[in-house]
């Protein structure tokens, strides 16, 4: 299985977390779609929000997406966490969806509100009331991933677990001798 992954999931599911421990078993590389529109814009994503609205931050957005689905293309091995928004966006969603596997993060939309609400830093969050329905308007384009996985819970560790199995099958276990011992 050399094909490229992309985490998908709504905020505070735990994409970027998961993600960079996915890629570590694996031996992949890892890309955090946040981090590539910051270092794009030269901005951090609450001041794109503030200077140019949701809207240039998707325009960024949709730029760092194509440049990292190109280098996902060249290396293969390489897992991609998206934003929240990512997948919701029609013409990204097909691009991810042409170039990756596509694996769902599920969180229940209690255990995600909080832990974002001890987060600063997400400029979508607002009120329980408006990330709620955020929330329900993104489930149906998250639920067009190849995979669903349950990320609830503290540790994400525990994820990926229940992701390789999903990826590779339980006989082969490639996995196993990347195990890290922390
Ligand atoms: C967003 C989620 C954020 C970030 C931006 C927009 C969203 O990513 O891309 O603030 O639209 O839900 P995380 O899901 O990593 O918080």
């Not at 928004?85 to 170039?99: H, L, S």
Request: charged residues 25%; positive net charge; contains cysteine.
């Amino acid at each position: 299985m050399d094909r490229p992954l992309a985490l998908v999931g709504f905020m505070g599911s735990g994409k970027s977390t998961v993600g960079k421990r996915l890629a570590q078993r694996l031996g992949w590389y890892f890309c955090d779609l946040d981090d590539r529109i910051v270092a794009l814009a030269g901005l951090e994503i609450p001041v794109i929000f503030q200077r140019g609205g949701e809207a240039e931050f998707r325009a960024f957005e949709r730029e760092a997406l194509a440049a990292a689905l190109a280098e996902a293309e060249t290396r293969r091995k390489m897992v991609v966490a998206c934003g929240g928004g990512t997948f919701a966006q029609p013409f990204n969603r097909m691009q991810i969806q042409q170039f990756c596997k596509t694996i769902f993060l599920d969180v229940p939309c209690e255990e995600l509100l909080l832990r974002c609400a001890q987060m600063t830093q997400r400029p979508l969050f607002r009120d329980a009331e408006s990330f709620l329905a955020l929330y329900q308007q993104r489930l149906p384009a998250y639920r067009q991933a190849e995979i669903s996985v349950d990320g609830s819970g503290q540790d994400p560790e525990a994820v990926v677990e229940r992701i390789l199995p999903l990826l590779f099958g339980t006989a082969a276990q490639p996995w196993l001798v990347k195990k890290s011992k922390n």
